[in-house]
């Protein structure tokens, strides 16, 4: 392909063997490492053979850090503001990165999250009111719910504001493609649901590619699962049609170019 390695940016590591600090790598703000595993936990390989360790991605130190230090950056801002204010800057830092560090395996650094921002608040609260007693501060800021414990939420107008929980986001293992399954076999099924199951493929398109069970509406090949995907109006928009469910196609995008060419003639 036409790709060399750099040398300086390069390192050979082994990721179950310590070998000083360097055992696994970092990779964009995640952890690859593996650790030994008993015969209950261990990996496989291909023909059923246990391995003898199993392999962990993980949110790495560094993003953790940088994360505390954003939230920590948020409070301090925040000192002089109101509960709710505090809680709407902190909610969309906690679920973005949550969110981004779903699909491996997280609970534990969540956990520790949440411990710590737990303490940076009750530090907040603290400095807000230094006559009061723990209980007072705790009453005021944090309420206890049934099953969930104590939650860091403001009662506002419309209604009660609750703090996101790093570990309340679901952890949500990438399931990987079938090896005996192609995109060109006669079972769109699979297909059409593994991508209306993806996160970023909205409702509409959804329910399109099961209504063209899993073929593009142009070309009739089926989409494969990197395609860019285009809703097209059947009668464009220009020439009076609507905007309704009836009146949409998906198409591949290249197949959506030659239409729309098409359609201007
Ligand atoms: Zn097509």
Redesign the pocket.
Known sequence: MGLTLHPSKTRITHTLHPQGETDGFDFPGFTVRQFPAGKYHTAHNAYGTPLGFKTLIQPSPTSIKRHQEKLKQIIERHQAATQSQLIAALNPVIIGWSNYFSTVVSSQAYQGLDHWLYLQLKDWATHRHPRKSQRWITNKYWLLHRGEGWTFAAVTPDGIQRLAVHNRTAIKRHIKVQGNRSPFDADCLYWSTRMGRHPQIGQQVASLLKGQRGK?A??Q?FFKDRDLLEIDHIIPRAQGGKDEFTNLQL??RH?HDVKSANDGR
Do not use: A, D, P, T
């Open positions: 593009c142009h070309c090949l198409f591949h197949c």
